[in-house]
């Protein structure tokens, strides 16, 4: 996926991909180097936790429900365009 910020950002990532279904889901892998900083970044910035256990925490931020599993896998759902997704990424990486 191309937009996401160079840098810091892609440290981060190995991988977006959009969900097939019928809901708007974005499945994001975490490089494994790096991936406790990046769920400790983006666990700062929830706004709600509704789940948070070893294996998954379930944020919500700005209005959207976020899914992280232990393996550094997120599951971003809802999201529409892939303006979006950059966006919200960026967000929550910075």
Known sequence: MQGITPGKIN?????ITKA??????????LKWE????AVKKILEKSEK???DTEILKKIIYKGTEIS???TGKIQIKNIE???QIK???NDLLR
């Open 11 to 15: 440290r981060y990532i190995r991988k």
């Open 81 to 83: 365009k892939e303006e």
């Open 20 to 29: 097939c279904g019928p809901e708007k889901t974005y499945i994001i892998n």
């Open 34 to 37: 790096t991936k406790d900083e």
């Open 87 to 89: 966006k919200l990424i």
């Open 68 to 70: 992280i599993y232990k």
């Open 49 to 51: 936790k509704i789940i």
